[in-house]
């Protein structure tokens, strides 16, 4: 039995014709993409958002609220970076809280590395931050330390970024910012800081005490020559006056060893108190 017959050759050459055409048409895959090439990220800004006139974003720049993008949150970068206007550098403390956070931003003012190991809050199960820019408004955010009476600001410079880190790790304004508006005085022999600053017009603070409770304070408004020593008394801190008997060590400084148990009413016949009056 013969058999299939072979296909005629014009048949084979339309085939091939047809292969040929559809390769044409339909291109082979691509195996890969282009490298240099990709999507352009939006730049994006975190920014404060405290005050109904002004923001400060985390590139260091101050705007009206109503001149920052609304699809970034930035700042227009035509003013000027971390700004430092109404602050004073001394104190690095401002009468604006988005100005102190733009000078706060400023790396000549605040160490990354600095801000990095400190706690954010006393507590040692409280965490740290993470950036300069949580760090910045943080800190300038009104305190304790801002104010005096618990309802009056004890200056106009009450936004502060001033750091002290004390054994602990904690965060605790510097001597300087938690005295502004608070008049220092040295009062008589006998007297307590209550009278002391009533006869001034004024008020004792005792939250302020504390703060006047070192011997470095001491020594800076008082002789303190004969030394300055930890001790137990409600008149504290203070001064023994020179004509004091020899037992109670005249001319030295006192300081209470307990914060928690100063008080503006405390007197001694033979000390001179210092007192926070405002």
Not at 81 to 102: A, I, P, T
Not at 135 to 158: K, L, P, Q
Not at 215 to 220: G, R
């Amino acid at each position: 039995m013969a058999g299939p017959r072979p296909l005629p050759r014009r048949i084979l050459h339309l085939a091939a014709a047809i292969a040929v055409a559809a390769c044409a048409c339909f291109p082979a895959p691509v195996s890969g993409i282009r490298k240099d090439i990709g999507f352009i990220e939006p730049i994006m800004c975190r920014s404060t958002v405290q005050g109904r006139h002004l923001i400060s974003d985390d590139n260091g720049y101050v705007c009206s609220a109503l001149s920052i993008n609304p699809w970034s949150h930035c700042c227009p970068t035509a003013g000027d970076r971390f700004s430092c206007q109404g602050c004073k550098h001394d104190l690095q403390c401002c009468n604006s809280y988005e100005y102190c956070v733009s000078c706060c931003l400023n790396p000549s003012k605040t160490k990354k590395e600095d801000v990095l190991k400190l706690k954010v809050a006393k507590p040692v199960t409280a965490g740290t931050y993470t950036n300069i820019f949580d760090f910045c408004m943080g800190r300038c955010r009104h305190s304790s330390a801002s104010v005096v009476h618990e309802n009056a600001y004890a200056s106009d410079f009450h936004h502060c970024f001033s750091v002290q880190q004390n054994s602990s790790g904690s965060t605790e304004p510097s001597s300087v910012s938690k005295l502004l508006g608070i008049n220092v005085v040295v009062g008589r022999p006998g007297e307590s800081c209550s009278l002391v600053c009533k006869v001034r017009g004024q008020s004792c603070v005792p939250s302020r005490l504390s703060v006047l409770n070192k011997c470095e304070i001491l020594q800076k408004y008082m002789r303190c020559k004969s030394g300055c020593f930890r001790s137990l008394g409600p008149d504290q801190p203070a001064e023994v006056v020179d004509e004091a008997p020899t037992s109670l060590n005249p001319g030295a400084c006192l300081y209470m060893q307990m914060d928690e148990r100063l008080t503006c009413d405390g007197s001694h016949q033979h000390t001179q108190r210092l007192c926070p009056c405002a």
